[in-house]
């Protein structure tokens, strides 16, 4: 099937290819995700004032919302990266969590905020905050831009959420679908069938 784009978006490098016969329709426009990044940017300012907090980005689905997150955040922060691999297929993590890169600023003492952009079963951030906590930090909370409840297998707290969704599969704007559409400006939906 031929991908058919609803919306006002861009997929170039995909017109007229197959992809593996899913349809993808836009979720959140741009403007939504910027409006949406600037709140969150502003409710991280006057948490944080006066603490110098470590934005930590995991890599590589977060790293445009990171950007935008961290130019809309008006107090002193550090940045660094994670990267975590979780097993399982191109669509569903497993449970089980390696970290590939770690932090490599000292998190000691500090207030350290993980950004992710999908939390799904939450076994990814519930691995890496209990990692960033072994590492000495003072508080580790989890900013995520997009919060998918239907799956969660463990209790996470996500102190700063950007948009939940109950379910679907989503690309665009850092998310990847084999490594595919990461640099879509909006955030789409693939849709199985029409
Ligand atoms: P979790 O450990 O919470 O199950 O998995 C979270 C990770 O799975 C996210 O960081 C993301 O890489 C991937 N993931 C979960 N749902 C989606 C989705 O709808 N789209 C994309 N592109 N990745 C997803
Ligand atoms: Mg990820």
Redesign the pocket.
């Known amino acids: 099937m031929i991908p058919v784009v609803k919306g006002k978006t861009e997929i170039p490098a995909d017109r007229g290819r197959r992809v593996g016969g899913y349809t993808m329709e836009v979720l959140f426009t741009r403007q939504v995700i910027q409006e949406r990044v600037r709140d969150l940017g502003a409710r991280i300012s006057r948490d944080y004032q006066g603490c110098e907090p470590i934005i930590v980005g995991?890599l590589k689905?977060a790293v445009f919302f990171f950007a935008d997150l961290v130019r809309n955040i008006t107090i002193p922060v550090k940045i660094d990266f994670i990267r975590a691999r979780?097993y399982g297929s191109s669509?569903e993590?497993c449970g089980k969590?390696d970290i590939t890169k770690d932090i490599e600023i000292p998190v000691q003492s500090r207030a350290v905020i993980l950004v992710?952009?999908?939390?799904?079963?939450?076994?990814?951030?519930e691995a890496l905050v209990e990692h960033v906590m072994k590492k000495g930090a003072s508080s580790c909370s989890i900013c995520a831009l997009i919060d998918?409840k239907e799956?969660r297998l463990c209790d996470v707290t996500i102190q700063y959420t950007g948009f939940s969704v109950e379910t679907?599969?989503?690309?665009g704007y850092g998310?990847?679908?084999n490594e595919r559409y990461r640099y879509l400006r909006d955030i789409c939906i693939l849709n199985s069938g029409e």
């Not at 992710?116 to 951030?125: A, F, N, P, R, Y």
């Not at 679907?168 to 690309?171: P, Y």
């Open positions: 995991i689905g979780s669509m993590s969590v992710e952009d999908i939390v799904d079963s939450g076994l990814t951030v998918k799956r679907g599969f989503l690309v998310l990847d679908y």
